[in-house]
């Protein structure tokens, strides 16, 4: 099994992996270029996130040889769930859900309601949207909660 508890050494490429997802995925949405590319650093993602023990011990990553992607779960949910640009399509998020479903026994989590590649890929893996959305702060954007 290639997926394993994140530690402190995995940092440097689990922002890595959070910075370049958010850049390919969220800038073409949200269009704002000081956040894309100013205020999302590696470095200070990690700093005001990531280095967290509460959060550190909530991330699981691939890896298998070097870290390719990971997940954060809270209790039954999967919050974050990225897989490195480099890496995509070659079933490496796959392994990941199944591993969640499975293993922690996740049934839901929030993704961008316009996000089509993502909500795709989790209705590939049993979830579907409910009605439930929530406002993106200090935008026109919502999320949609996905439920198994």
């Given at each position: 099994?290639?997926?394993?508890?994140?530690?402190?050494?995995?940092?440097?490429?689990?922002?890595?992996?959070?910075?370049?997802?958010?850049?390919?995925?969220?800038?073409?949405?949200?269009?704002?270029?000081?956040?894309?590319?100013?205020?999302?650093?590696v470095?200070?993602?990690?700093?005001?996130?990531?280095?967290?023990?509460?959060?550190?011990?909530?991330?699981y990553?691939?890896?298998?040889?070097?870290?390719?992607?990971?997940?954060?779960?809270?209790?039954?949910?999967?919050?974050?769930?990225?897989?490195?640009?480099?890496?995509?399509?070659?079933?490496?998020?796959?392994?990941?859900?199944?591993?969640?479903?499975?293993?922690l026994k996740?049934?839901?989590?929030w993704?961008?309601?316009?996000?089509?590649?993502?909500?795709?890929?989790?209705?590939?893996?049993?979830?579907?949207?409910?009605?439930?959305?929530?406002?993106?702060?200090n935008?026109?954007?919502?999320?949609?909660?996905?439920?198994?």
């Open positions: 099994m290639n997926i394993r508890k994140a530690s402190r050494e995995d940092l440097s490429r689990i922002g890595e992996i959070y910075v370049f997802n958010n850049r390919a995925n969220y800038y073409p949405v949200f269009k704002d270029k000081i956040y894309s590319f100013s205020k999302l650093q470095i200070s993602i990690i700093d005001e996130y990531f280095k967290f023990d509460e959060v550190l011990e909530s991330i990553v691939f890896d298998d040889g070097l870290v390719s992607a990971f997940m954060e779960i809270k209790e039954t949910e999967i919050c974050k769930l990225y897989v490195d640009p480099f890496f995509q399509n070659s079933g490496i998020g796959s392994e990941l859900i199944e591993f969640a479903i499975k293993e996740t049934n839901h989590l993704v961008l309601q316009e996000n089509d590649k993502a909500i795709s890929f989790y209705q590939k893996h049993g979830f579907h949207l409910t009605n439930t959305t929530m406002d993106i702060e935008t026109n954007k919502k999320i949609v909660e996905m439920k198994r």
